[in-house]
């Protein structure tokens, strides 16, 4: 067996090892349920591989409920929109109470 002659130093052992690297594996969404799933893999929540029932979990859900889909996580975004959207309902009542008493007080005189 071949051993070697001199030990490897520090410098050489780790530019041999800088390629080592690990990588993000690949996610999707599950169509069936939207759960966060490891590609070319069963659904772990529902049971389903693209779109088919695989496992008897999926199965078993199929006959007791039909599948409801989740519903879509808000983000930041669609958070603010909504504020938004709620302020400006909010002045526009505003306005519409402060032109009937503007018309209110026209009638009195």
Same mark, same amino acid.
């Given at each position: 067996? /071949?051993?070697?002659?001199? +030990? =490897? !130093?520090?410098? /050489?052992? !780790?530019? +041999?090892?800088?390629?080592? #690297?690990?990588?993000?594996?690949? &996610? &999707?969404?599950?169509?069936?349920? !939207?759960? =966060?799933?490891?590609?070319? =893999?069963?659904?772990?929540?529902?049971?389903?591989?693209? !779109?088919?029932?695989?496992?008897?979990?999926? +199965?078993?859900?199929?006959?007791?409920?039909?599948? #409801?889909? /989740?519903?879509?996580?808000?983000?930041? &975004?669609?958070?603010?929109?909504?504020?938004?959207?709620?302020?400006? /309902?909010?002045?526009?009542?505003?306005?519409? &109470?402060?032109?009937?008493?503007?018309?209110?007080?026209?009638?009195?005189?």
């Amino acid at each position: 067996m /071949a051993v070697p002659k001199k +030990r =490897t !130093g520090h410098s /050489a052992q !780790g530019s +041999r090892r800088s390629n080592w #690297k690990a990588t993000k594996p690949e &996610t &999707t969404k599950c169509p069936n349920c !939207g759960e =966060t799933v490891l590609a070319h =893999t069963v659904c772990t929540a529902c049971g389903t591989y693209k !779109g088919k029932p695989v496992s008897i979990k999926d +199965r078993v859900e199929e006959k007791a409920e039909p599948k #409801k889909v /989740a519903a879509k996580k808000s983000t930041k &975004t669609e958070k603010a929109e909504n504020l938004k959207a709620e302020v400006k /309902a909010e002045e526009v009542k505003v306005e519409e &109470t402060k032109a009937e008493e503007v018309a209110e007080e026209k009638t009195e005189e």
